[in-house]
């Protein structure tokens, strides 16, 4: 029974792989909008809250010359992911490109806020180097005196102890 559930399990998983890989393909990869559109819609049936395919999508549908749905998918992307400059830029270049500028110059704003605080915490997050010392000549003849003889008598300029 056991051998019998592990084969058909391999089996399926055999036959949905291949599918699973051309819609991958296809939404990333694909060269036309509409062979785009078709693998990004498959893998956001299975999986609704992606916002890299939802964003994906929308720049397939802007290519189709489908303002509305693009925006519709950027607006979908943003719901899951509302920290992504990305979105919020093309969404606002696909409101400029059908003339609403209102919307648009909104998107570009919260974009380049968006893209401002991310970079604020990589700066502040970013560990610092350190600052590369130079060893002077003298310190280096101090070292070496230093090192042969105790430090009262370098100190005073005579061997004794």
């Known amino acids: 029974m056991r051998g019998l559930l592990s084969s058909t399990v391999v089996a399926i998983v055999s036959t949905l792989a291949p599918a699973l890989a051309n819609d991958e393909q296809d939404c990333f990869q694909g060269k036309e909008p509409r062979v785009r559109i078709a693998g990004c819609s498959k893998i956001i049936q299975r999986n609704p809250n992606d916002a890299v395919v939802h964003h994906n999508r929308a720049v397939a549908f802007g290519l ?3 303002i509305e749905s693009a925006i519709a998918d950027y607006t979908k992307a ?7 400059p990305t979105a919020y830029e093309n969404r606002g270049r696909a409101y400029a490109s059908k003339g609403d500028f209102t919307h648009a110059v ?8 968006l893209t401002a605080k991310a970079t604020a915490q990589t700066i502040a997050t970013t560990p610092k180097k350190p600052k590369k010392t130079t060893t ?4 280096k003849n101090v ?7 105790s430090w009262w008598s370098w100190l005073w300029g005579s061997d004794a102890k």
């Open 64 to 66: 189709a010359g489908d």
């Open 136 to 139: 002077s000549k003298a310190t």
């Open 106 to 113: 909104a998107d570009e704003t919260k974009a380049s806020e």
């Open 143 to 149: 070292d070496k005196k230093t090192a042969n003889s």
């Open 78 to 84: 943003i719901e899951i992911e509302p920290n992504n």
